[in-house]
């Protein structure tokens, strides 16, 4: 599976953006899809996921109420829609799928097999 994420950007303290992982090489049913972020000096940290089947979505509290996941599956794409942005939300955002990523693993970083590469979020204050 390869993955590749978009929608990053510079954006001012209360705005918006979607990010967007676009998977290939194989259909995301079945997959848990994640995104983490990672700022510098800081350890890469969990935002969101999806659970394999699709039903459950898991939000890290740090971000519950402003961000939320989703997928389309005609696209075979992940997003994370980030609202209500915040400077300390400036950070490399990552997207992960796994095939094997039971409900209880969901938030770590290690039970997910496929990363994209990256896309950057900088929000100014």
């Known amino acids: 599976v390869q993955l590749q994420a978009s929608g990053g950007g510079l954006v001012q303290a209360g705005g918006s953006l979607r990010l967007a992982c676009a998977a290939s090489?194989?259909?995301?049913?079945?997959?848990?899809k994640g995104w983490f972020r990672q700022a510098p000096g800081k350890e890469r940290e969990f935002v969101a996921a999806?659970?394999?089947?699709?039903?459950?979505?898991f939000i890290a509290d740090v971000v519950k109420g402003r961000f939320t996941i989703s997928i389309d599956n005609a696209k075979n794409t992940v997003y994370l829609q980030m609202n209500s942005l915040k400077p300390d939300d400036t950070a490399v955002y990552y997207c992960?799928?796994?095939?094997?990523?039971?409900?209880?693993?969901?938030?770590?970083?290690?039970?997910?097999?496929?990363w994209g590469q990256g896309t950057q979020v900088t929000v100014s204050s």
């Open positions: 999806l659970s394999r089947n699709g039903g459950s979505s």
């Open positions: 090489g194989r259909t995301l049913r079945g997959y848990a």
């Open positions: 992960a799928v796994g095939s094997t990523v039971i409900q209880s693993s969901l938030s770590i970083a290690s039970a997910y097999a496929y």
